[in-house]
C-alpha cells in the first residue's frame, strides 16, 4: 500500500461528505452493556473540508482535547455525511450524518506512525461511544496509551434500533461507515496502516465480525470468499487501500449474510456462553480459521496470566502475523470488560510482533 493510493483513496471520499466536530469532556466507562447517561455534545462548529493527504507530519487538529491518561478525556468528536452508499446499491433511508470520537496519545508524535483501533460499544445511547466502548488505553488495566483509539457512535437512523447496522449484509450502511470513518483518519493523524484493528462487544462485535470479514486483506485484490485468492475478483467496493489486521470480540456473531470475506484475519473472541458458544461465534471462529489457512488446527493454552486457567486457546497451526485464539467464559459484561483490556491489547501486541517476552 503506498502513500499515493491511499491519497487518492482519501480524495475520493471526502469529497463525498462535509466533517462538523464536536468536542466534549467525557466521564467514566460504564461497566455493562447500558450505556451510561452523558451529557450532550457541546456546540458543534462547522469547518471545511479536511485536506486530502495523509496525516503523518501534521499537527494535530487545533480543537483535539488534551488527552489525560487512563480517562476517556481527550476524545474529539467527528461528524460525516453519509451518502447511503451499500454493498447492494443504493439506500437513500441510511444516508445522513454518523458520528465517531478520536483519541490519541498523551505524548502524540506527529511523525510516528501509531497502532488504530476502531471501538463498538453495545446497543443504545447514540453520541456516548468515548464513554461506552473499551478503554484499551487504561494502562492500569493491562492497555496502552500507544494507540489511536476510534469510537463508533451507534447510528442514529433506526435501520437495527438502537444498534449497529449489523442485520442487512450487503445493505448495511456500516461498510461505507467504514470507509467515511477511516478516510477522516487517515487525513488528520499519522496512522500505522499495517495496525488496523477493530474491537467491541455485544452489537460492537457483531460489528467487529463484519469488518473483520470484508476490510481483511489486500482489497485491491480481494479474496472474494475464497481461501488464498480469487484471481477474477474486482477490487472491493469500499476502503479498497485499506487492511484490516484484526478483530477482537466480546459476546458478538458472525452475521448469516455477511458479504464474501477478503482475506485473512487476527481474531480473538471472548465467548460469554461457557462451554457452549453460540452458533454465531462458531460461524466467526470457522469462517476465520478458513480464511487463515488453519482449520483442524490444534490448540493450546493462551496467557492463562491474563486471561485465566483454561479460559483462552489459540490455534497453534495458524500463521503468526494471523493468529487465532477463542475463549469460553461465564462472564457477567462486567467482568468480560475487564479481562478484554489485557487480552485485546496483548493479542494485537502479538498479532503485529511487539509483544514483549
Not at 70 to 76: A, E, I, L, S, V
Not at 187 to 204: K, L, M, P, R, W
Not at 238 to 246: N, S
Not at 281 to 299: D, F, H, I
Request: proline content about 9%; hydrophobic content about 35%.
Amino acid at each position: 500500500m503506498t502513500r499515493s493510493g491511499l491519497e487518492r483513496d482519501a480524495r475520493a471520499v471526502v469529497a463525498r461528505f462535509l466533517v462538523v466536530v464536536a468536542v466534549v469532556g467525557a466521564g467514566a466507562c460504564a461497566a455493562d452493556d447500558s450505556p451510561p447517561t452523558a451529557v450532550a455534545p457541546g456546540a458543534a462548529a462547522t469547518v471545511a473540508s479536511q485536506s486530502a493527504v495523509h496525516g503523518c507530519g501534521k499537527p494535530l487538529p487545533a480543537d483535539q482535547p488534551p488527552t489525560i491518561p487512563g480517562t476517556p478525556k481527550g476524545y474529539k468528536q467527528y461528524t460525516v455525511l453519509a451518502t447511503g452508499a451499500t454493498l447492494a446499491g443504493p439506500q437513500p433511508q441510511k444516508a445522513g450524518p454518523r458520528t465517531f470520537w478520536v483519541r490519541v496519545p498523551p505524548d502524540y508524535d506527529p511523525s510516528h506512525a501509531y497502532r488504530v483501533v476502531y471501538l463498538g460499544q453495545g446497543c443504545g445511547g447514540s453520541g456516548v461511544a468515548n464513554t461506552s466502548t473499551y478503554q484499551l488505553y487504561k494502562e492500569a488495566s493491562g492497555g496502552t496509551e500507544e494507540a489511536i483509539y476510534v469510537a463508533i457512535d451507534i447510528p442514529t437512523d433506526g435501520a437495527n434500533q438502537d444498534c449497529y447496522d449489523n442485520r442487512d449484509g450487503p445493505s448495511s450502511q456500516e461498510w461505507e461507515a467504514f470507509e467515511l470513518f477511516h478516510s477522516v483518519v487517515d487525513a488528520n493523524y499519522c496512522v500505522d496502516e499495517d495496525q488496523i484493528f477493530v474491537a467491541g462487544y455485544s452489537t460492537g462485535g457483531w460489528l467487529a465480525n463484519m469488518w473483520g470479514c470484508y476490510f481483511a486483506g489486500d482489497g485491491e485484490h480481494p479474496w472474494n470468499g475464497v481461501p488464498g485468492g480469487d484471481a477474477g475478483a474486482s477490487p472491493r467496493r469500499f476502503a479498497p487501500r485499506v487492511r484490516l489486521r484484526g478483530q477482537a470480540v466480546v459476546a458478538g456473531g458472525e452475521p448469516s449474510n455477511n458479504p464474501p470475506c477478503n482475506g485473512p484475519v487476527a481474531a480473538i473472541w471472548i465467548s460469554q456462553a461457557g462451554a457452549n458458544p453460540t452458533d454465531e461465534e462458531r460461524a466467526a471462529l470457522a469462517r476465520v480459521l478458513r480464511m487463515n489457512g488453519c482449520e483442524g488446527s490444534p490448540t493450546a493454552p493462551w496467557h492463562p496470566e491474563i486471561s485465566g486457567a483454561g479460559v483462552c486457546q489459540q490455534y497453534t497451526a495458524c500463521p503468526a502475523d494471523y493468529p487465532v485464539v477463542f475463549c469460553q467464559t461465564n462472564d457477567c459484561h462486567a467482568d468480560s470488560h475487564q479481562r478484554a483490556i489485557p487480552a485485546f491489547t496483548r493479542f494485537f501486541d502479538e498479532a503485529t510482533g511487539r509483544a514483549g517476552g
